[in-house]
Nanobody, 124 residues
Framework: QVQLVESGGGLVQPGGSLRLSCAAS????????MAWFRQAPGKEREFVAA????????IYADSVKGRFTISRDNAKNTVYLQMNSLKPEDTAVYYCAAAPFNIWSLRPGHFDYWGQGTQVTVSS
């Protein structure tokens, strides 16, 4: 079992930045592909970014490309999401998720473990 705990969310003005963290426990995540998803009120959960178990490859949703950066520190068992140039439409609950290293997917159903989420609100 892998337990994931997100942190770093909050209220930020448009154009601002936040750095989300996802701390894993229970077992190491160095053989898991990791991803961030988000869900806004009344909307389905959507893919944001993913990183392979080695950290060698990343992929982003078009809506965040060039503004968000996913990274990982396997020694700290932690995944990060640096969010810059935030927009009001980025407002959502952000979730961290883990999938086995042999599954490279953007679909929520392919991820075995999820955190409880952290709220990000972009508003002036």
């Amino acid at each position: 079992q892998v337990q994931l705990v997100e942190s770093g969310g909050g209220l930020v003005q448009p154009g601002g930045s936040l750095r989300l963290s996802c701390a894993a426990s229970g077992r190491t995540i160095d053989n898991y592909n990791m991803a961030w998803f988000r869900q806004a009120p009344g909307k389905e959960r959507e893919f944001v970014a993913a990183i392979t178990w080695t950290g060698g490859n990343t992929i982003y949703a078009d809506s965040v490309k060039g503004r968000f950066t996913i990274s990982r520190d396997n020694a700290k068992n932690t995944v990060y999401l640096q969010m810059n140039s935030l927009k009001p439409e980025d407002t959502a609950v952000y979730y961290c998720a883990a999938a086995p290293f042999n599954i490279w997917s953007l679909r929520p159903g392919h991820f075995d473990y999820w955190g409880q989420g952290t709220q990000v609100t972009v508003s002036s």
